[in-house]
Structures are given as structure tokens and as C-alpha cells.
């Protein structure tokens, strides 16, 4: 019997009208307040740290030894599937699945950031070191719960806009936990406190702004995906529930057609816009711009750059399928990486630089958030979305960790400098 031919009409495009509107969505504007609450930790034990300890005394060498407190962000995939197998005590019973994990990681992040508030790196090294590891581990696992949030919330389509809203506000988050504090600080210091006291009311003032993801999590509505799995789990040993979200994160994606070609893709897709981005500062100085041209062009440019090119990547992926959206990303970036071999040839000229700085961070973003959807895509079962997520991001930073030999080569065999000539 002949088949009958598919007569359905293919599926409406979104108008822009409802590409735009999607950031007002709820369920987007919840991962967009996560989004804040995950950027702003990642500098209290980093460099907004640092410039404390520096200003408390603290010699270089042990302020050097402080690099290792990221650590946790790097190997959250260990308990990853501690998130997606075990119940949090009350939180989970009462919020469900994510939302639980969600509220326990921001309160273990509190009570990190007030432990590290109350330290003195001045006499205690040790104690700000161990502070900062933990403020580290908790804001890593609310990344990876937040991570799993998303994937489970976010249908396919509204993933690239989820994930641009997340950016946006994790960008500001960061912001706040910088200049943010040091501002404050030194408030505090014109109204008569001591230095040290000064830094202490800070850090408690970035306590407090953890509570925006908190009332995030508490108004968000609890996944149907991460609702099912719960149920279907629910009698099952705790022991039984890590292993099937350990092993089974493995397993099966391995079983999925054309495993190794995905795999290939997610390691390749940013690898040459990673290692592009590694350059620009060492190629911005060498065409002999100045550290301010860096500061205000490089970073406050490319930052608002980067902003809009991540909403844009959201609108695309609304109007447009994610397999034609991965190609207009990569193509997008392929193409901006000539705008510097067009500022090689310029030179010194601040407007070139802008314009070069500009296109590739536009369309950079708009790829980050594509290609974030479409790792999102792969995480298809709720029993080990923690998991699977995090692996996934591993892999790909481990591949964009190792750029830097391969530029050092690439420069000895093409160098920049004589394109001015």
C-alpha cells in the first residue's frame, strides 16, 4: 500500500513581534533572575577577593595560590548527579525536585559569603581561603541546578532566549560583585567605618543580593519534566537513584546515532571563536592601541556587543529552526574573524577597532546562545539532566582550555605585525 504524502503546511514562523515578546515570558524572565544570582558570587571569591586582600596586606605569592578556589566551577560534573538523584531535606518535599536543590544552593551560598564576610585576610589567610572555596563549591552547584532548571523549563524554541536573558543578567550580577562592591566599600569608608569593617558590610550587602534568586526560585513554577521524574523514581533506594544518574548520563547518550559526530560538533563548533577571543588583547596592543583603547573599546564596547548579540541570537532562534540557526551562527562567526585581518591592514585607528570589536563579539553571542540551545537540545531525559548538562559543558571546555598552545604555534607562523607595513 503507497504511503499518503505528507499535505500538512510546514510550521509557522514566528512573526518579530513574537520573537521579542518571548523575554516576557515567565519562565524566561525566572532564568533571567537566576541569572543574576549566578553571576554575582563568581567574583566574591575571585577578584573582587583579591583586591581586598591586596589592600589587607596579603604578600603576592599567597594571593597567587587564591587561583585554585575556582576549582569547583571546573569539576561541578563530580556531584552533578548528587543534584539529580538526591532530596533535599523539607525543600524538595515542599518546593519539588529543582526548585528544592535550587533554594538549598542559594542559602549554602548565603551562609558562604557571610562565613567569608567575617574572615580577616590579613591574619587569617587560611580561614579566607577555605571561605572562598565554599562561597566557590555552592555558587557551582546552584549553576548546575540553574542549568537543569532551564533545560527542563525552556521548550526547544525559547532555549536561545532563555539563555540570552541568563547572560544578560549574569553580566550585571558580576558587575554588581565588582565595581558594585567597591563602591560600596569605600561608602562605607566615608561614613567613618574602618577598612576592614568596610569590606565585612559589603560582602554582607552581596549576602543579601542572593535573595533575588531565591524569590526567583520560590515564584517559579516546578518543571513537569523534573515533576515525572520525581514520580517515577520515588521508590527507588538513593543509591540506586546516583548510579542511574551517574552512569546513565554515559550510557545513554553513547547509544544515540552518531554519537561521535555530535561530539565532534559540540568540541568544534566555538573552538576557533574561543581562540580568536584569546588573541585580541595581545593583538589589540601589538597594533599599538593603548590600555585605555583596550578598557573602554575592548570591554565596554564589546560588552554592550556582547548584550545585544545574545538577545539577537534569541530572536533567531524564535523565527528560525535550531539546525538553521547553528549554521547562521557559525557562519556568522567565521566571517567576523575577517574584520581583524581588515583592522591588521588599518592599523591604529580607534573606529576600526570598534567596528572589528563589535562584529565579533555581536556575532560570537548570538553562537554562544545557539549553541548553548542545541546542548540543551541533547539533554533529554529528566532522570540525569544535572548531569548530562554539566558533562557536556566539560567537554567543551576542556577542548577551549587548550587553545592557547595552538595560537602560540599559529603566531610564530603568521604574525600580524608586518600587515601594517
Not at 167 to 174: I, P
Not at 267 to 290: N, Q, R
Request: charged share 15%.
Amino acid at each position: 500500500m503507497a504511503a499518503t504524502p505528507d499535505t500538512s503546511p510546514p510550521p509557522r514562523r514566528a512573526t518579530w513581534r513574537e520573537a521579542t515578546a518571548v523575554y516576557l515570558q515567565p519562565r524566561v524572565l525566572i532564568v533571567l533572575f537566576l541569572g543574576f544570582s549566578s553571576g554575582l558570587p563568581l567574583a566574591l571569591s575571585g577578584s573582587t577577593l583579591l583586591v581586598w586582600m591586596r589592600e589587607s596586606g596579603v604578600d603576592l605569592g599567597t594571593i597567587g595560590l587564591f587561583a585554585l578556589v575556582g576549582t569547583p566551577y571546573t569539576l561541578k560534573f563530580l556531584w552533578a548527579p548528587l543534584v539529580d538523584a538526591l532530596h533535599v531535606p523539607l525543600l524538595t518535599r515542599l518546593l519539588g525536585r529543582r526548585r528544592g536543590w535550587l533554594v538549598f544552593a542559594q542559602l549554602l551560598l548565603i551562609a558562604a559569603i557571610l562565613l567569608l564576610a567575617l574572615t580577616d585576610p590579613a591574619k587569617s589567610p587560611f580561614y579566607v581561603a577555605l571561605g572562598a572555596l565554599l562561597v566557590a563549591a555552592a555558587s557551582a552547584t546552584q549553576d548546575t541546578v540553574v542549568d537543569a532548571f532551564r533545560v527542563e523549563s525552556l521548550p526547544e524554541n525559547e532555549q536561545a532566549a532563555g539563555m540570552a536573558s541568563y547572560v544578560a543578567a549574569y553580566r550585571v550580577g558580576m558587575l554588581v560583585s565588582t565595581a558594585g562592591v567597591l563602591f560600596l566599600v569605600s561608602g562605607f569608608e566615608a561614613t567613618g567605618l574602618i577598612k576592614s569593617s568596610a569590606w565585612t558590610s559589603g560582602y554582607i550587602a552581596m549576602a543579601g543580593m542572593v535573595l533575588i534568586g531565591m524569590i526567583a526560585a520560590l515564584a517559579a513554577t516546578e518543571p513537569e519534566q523534573s515533576r515525572l521524574a520525581e514520580e517515577a523514581t520515588s521508590g527507588e533506594s538513593t543509591i540506586t537513584r546516583v548510579t542511574t544518574a551517574a552512569v546513565g548520563a554515559f550510557t545513554e547518550f553513547l547509544t544515540r546515532k552518531d554519537v561521535w559526530a555530535v561530539l565532534a560538533f559540540v568540541v568544534l563548533y566555538k573552538l576557533t571563536d574561543s581562540f580568536a577571543g584569546t588573541m585580541t588583547a595581545p593583538f589589540v596592543i601589538d597594533l599599538g592601541f593603548t590600555r585605555n583603547d583596550y578598557a573602554t573599546i575592548v570591554k565596554g564596547v564589546g560588552l554592550a556587543a556582547t548584550l545585544i548579540g545574545g538577545f539577537a541570537g534569541g530572536f533567531l532562534a524564535r523565527a528560525w529552526s535550531l539546525e538553521a540557526c547553528l549554521w547562521i551562527g557559525g557562519v556568522l562567526q567565521a566571517v567576523s574573524n575577517l574584520a581583524f585581518a581588515w583592522l591588521a591592514f588599518i592599523g591604529t585607528n580607534q573606529w576600526a577597532l570598534a567596528l572589528a570589536i563589535t562584529a565579533e563579539n555581536f556575532t560570537s553571542a548570538i553562537g554562544t546562545v545557539i549553541f548553548v540551545a542545541y546542548l540543551s537540545s541533547l539533554c533529554q531525559s529528566p532522570l540525569h539532566t544535572a548531569t548530562q548538562y554539566a558533562l557536556l559543558a566539560a567537554r567543551r571546555g576542556r577542548a577551549t582550555s587548550r587553545r592557547p598552545p595552538v595560537g602560540r604555534h599559529s603566531l610564530r607562523s603568521a604574525c600580524w605585525s608586518p600587515c601594517r607595513a
